[in-house]
């Protein structure tokens, strides 16, 4: 009877083991084809020994111009380039600062990735030289809560910004606060 308890374990685990991959194989083949199986991210500089991104363009410093975006977009087989810039840090509203990832980027990124606006709206090639932002819906909670954020500003690297929009709320990602649903 041990020996069968034992096969009914080791049966049960596999089986559990098997789901919990398919699971995941499942969360991670969404989140690719939501940002595109043919999208490439480019960073300043070079991967260090670990394997980690340039630490500076997380800080909102690049050597990536606009004339490499324009570069990028003659080449045969690209369909759009834009820039893309991720700031690490905090995002402060009224006087209370709260841990965020910032991706700054031009209105292109709306033509590569749909984002769901739940109230307001996304922003346009006309406000890229605005001083404006579209939150996701858990960064809205987190400083808002049920208030309305549209109209209200907030501080970014000590830079005043203007919330246009919120994003729909989105499933959790493996790539935790590294997500469209925390920018």
């Known amino acids: 009877t041990l020996t069968m308890v034992g096969i009914v374990i080791g049966v049960g685990s596999v089986v559990l083991l098997m789901g919990i991959g398919a699971g995941v194989k499942k969360d991670v083949t969404r989140q690719i084809d939501d940002l595109g199986a043919n999208t490439a991210i480019l960073v300043p500089g070079k991967l260090d020994k670990s ?21 990028l977009n003659n080449v045969e087989g690209i369909k759009k380039a834009i820039p893309l810039m991720f ?19 031009t209105a292109g990124i709306f033509d590569i990735r749909p984002f769901p606006v739940e109230k307001g709206r996304l922003f346009r090639p006309e406000d890229e030289l605005q001083p ?14 049920n208030a309305d954020a549209i109209g209200k500003t907030i501080m970014i690297q000590g830079v005043a910004f203007k919330v246009i929009g919120v994003m729909e709320k989105e499933e959790p990602s493996l790539f935790g606060q590294f997500s469209f649903a925390n920018v």
Request: glycine share 12%; charged share 10%; net charge negative.
């Open 87 to 105: 700031v690490f840090g905090s995002v402060d509203y009224q006087k209370q600062s709260y841990p965020g990832v910032v991706f700054g980027t």
């Open 132 to 145: 404006v932002c579209v939150l996701a819906n858990a960064p809205k909670e987190q400083m808002f809560g």
């Open 51 to 71: 394997g980690q991104p340039n630490v500076m363009s997380t800080l909102g410093i690049t050597t990536l111009t606009d004339n490499d975006v324009a570069s």
